[in-house]
């Protein structure tokens, strides 16, 4: 089953699901969806393509990673597993066994902020899988018989998607430094030693204490009308009973006073990388009017081949390969703003760093041009319009959103928003985010062997100590740990 992070996800690759998620609304607007709430709660979302007879199903719980209490890291992701592994009158696996037999595939993915299960399958299949997730919604079955072998299968998948990869363990040590007290600095998949100490009994009650049709919402997406789901709905999801769901209240990210470096050495490098993030208003968060702005920025410096950063850095000044940026709006807490940066062989670090830094100064200090502005708004807008062709891509939209807290009609609106942005506001947002205190900058570079003569750098342009380079990973700053 694939998996997602906050800033990277699921069905189909990184690119698709940064624009869903920093696009909602522009797919509301193409797809007008219907809306209704079961009497338990469930909130159910409609939205009609009738290009193919095929549906998207898709149910999201409200609550992800980040609603775990400390200490118990992966709990929500592990039962995101174990979902799959039979009810009163299913046996393990044959939930996959039969969406499959059935023509459709499926599959679910974990964030920080919700947990979504989904299957694509034809129009006329539309019950079958309903009756199945609904299910499961209320009748899963857990034992120690069959929670310790996954337990083994999401530990392996933390080695082979984490551990054994050096640019994602610096991106966890880098997330992890950026929120110095936000769960969002505990990795989706859990810390391998909180992991250890998953049990059935856990897992069941995460599961009892999260997974109830009012904490949920179900998205269908295709050959479908509201009036053609709504009693399938009520016959298999409205027979759920309500329970009460516990409030989402998380530990709140304190003030920082200095800028943080992480720096990871490590011999399985073979190509040098920089990154920044910044902490920076979402959707729900303080400053949320930056939001759309940010969106705005994101695009005029990370958008593609013709942005400021790849302009500057890959084709003038010849000092990376690959350089962009980007924003993820959608969370419930404060998120984050990224710069990035591949160098080119011969190419230091701290001399790629030192222009990309001049460009941030030059927009705190000039702001973005009018043109720039409208240019990438219709770059979103146009990329928007063309993502409706995808049947699933509106359920990934409205879920997301819906499960955070936002409201169709604040989906809906975000094309006016978009198109309201002006290149003062830009600007003005820029100086919420663009402040050194509240950055993390990860470097990633290859280990230096014993008896290999060091090579002489020019100071980092941040002014944060790193640690002894041997040292794997190294941070400094405050909020380290």
């Not at 719980?61 to 609603?67: I, N």
């Not at 609904?134 to 082979?160: G, S, Y």
């Not at 040590?173 to 100490?197: D, F, K």
């Not at 993030?277 to 959707?283: D, E, G, N, T, V």
């Amino acid at each position: 089953m694939r998996r997602i992070t906050r800033a990277a996800a699921a069905v189909t690759g990184l690119g698709l699901f940064v624009l869903l998620i920093a696009m909602p609304a522009a797919e509301a607007a193409v797809f007008n969806p219907d809306s209704f709430t079961l009497k338990n709660g469930l909130r159910v979302v409609v939205i009609e393509n009738h290009r193919v007879p095929i549906v998207t199903h898709m149910v999201w719980y409200k609550v992800g990673a980040a609603d775990e209490r400390r200490g118990k890291s992966g709990i929500a992701h592990f039962l995101e597993h174990l979902m799959f592994k039979g009810t009163k009158t299913l046996k393990p696996g044959e939930f996959s066994r039969i969406v499959a037999r059935n023509g459709g595939r499926g599959n679910a993915f974990t964030s920080s902020d919700y947990t979504a299960y989904f299957q694509s399958v034809a129009a006329d299949r539309l019950e079958t899988v309903m009756r199945l997730e609904a299910d499961r919604m209320a009748n899963l079955v857990l034992t120690e018989k069959v929670v310790r072998p996954e337990l083994k299968v999401v530990i392996e998948e933390r080695r082979m998607r984490t551990d054994n990869r050096p640019a994602a363990l610096l991106r966890e040590e880098a997330t992890a430094t950026l929120y110095a007290n936000s769960p969002y600095g505990i990795p989706v998949i859990g810390w391998e030693r909180e992991m250890r100490q998953m049990t059935a009994k856990r897992a069941l009650a995460f599961y009892h204490r999260y997974y109830a049709p009012n904490n949920a919402i179900l998205v269908v997406a295709g050959d479908i009308t509201a009036a053609r789901l709504k009693p399938l709905a009520e016959k298999y999801y409205g027979v759920i009973p309500a329970r009460p769901i516990p409030p989402r209240l998380r530990p709140q990210e304190p003030a920082h006073h200095a800028p943080r470096r992480v720096v990871l050495r490590d011999e399985r490098v073979g190509q040098p990388a920089w990154a920044r993030r910044y902490l920076a208003p979402s959707y729900m968060s303080a400053g949320k009017e930056n939001a759309f702005p940010l969106q705005v920025l994101s695009e005029i410096l990370g958008g593609g081949t013709t942005s400021r950063l790849y302009r500057r850095l890959v084709v003038e000044q010849k000092l990376a390969v690959n350089a962009g940026a980007w924003y993820q709006p959608n969370s419930v807490d404060r998120t984050a703003f990224g710069l990035f940066a591949t160098p080119r062989p011969g190419v230091d670090t701290a001399r790629l760093e030192t222009a990309m830094q001049a460009e941030i100064d030059k927009v705190l200090a000039e702001g973005v041009t009018a043109a720039e502005v409208e240019t990438a708004k219709t770059r979103l807008s146009t990329a928007a319009t063309y993502a409706r062709d995808s049947v699933g891509t509106g359920a990934h939209i409205f879920g997301a959103a819906l499960a955070i807290g936002r409201t169709v009609a604040e989906v809906e609106a975000w094309p006016d928003h978009i198109a309201a942005v002006t290149a003062d506001q830009v600007k003005a947002a820029a100086a919420v985010v663009f402040q050194a205190r509240n950055s993390v900058t990860s470097v990633l570079l290859p280990k230096r062997r014993v008896g290999t003569p060091a090579r002489t750098t020019r100071p980092s342009p941040v002014g944060a100590r790193s640690r002894a380079p041997d040292k794997v990973p190294a941070k400094t700053g405050a909020g380290a740990r």
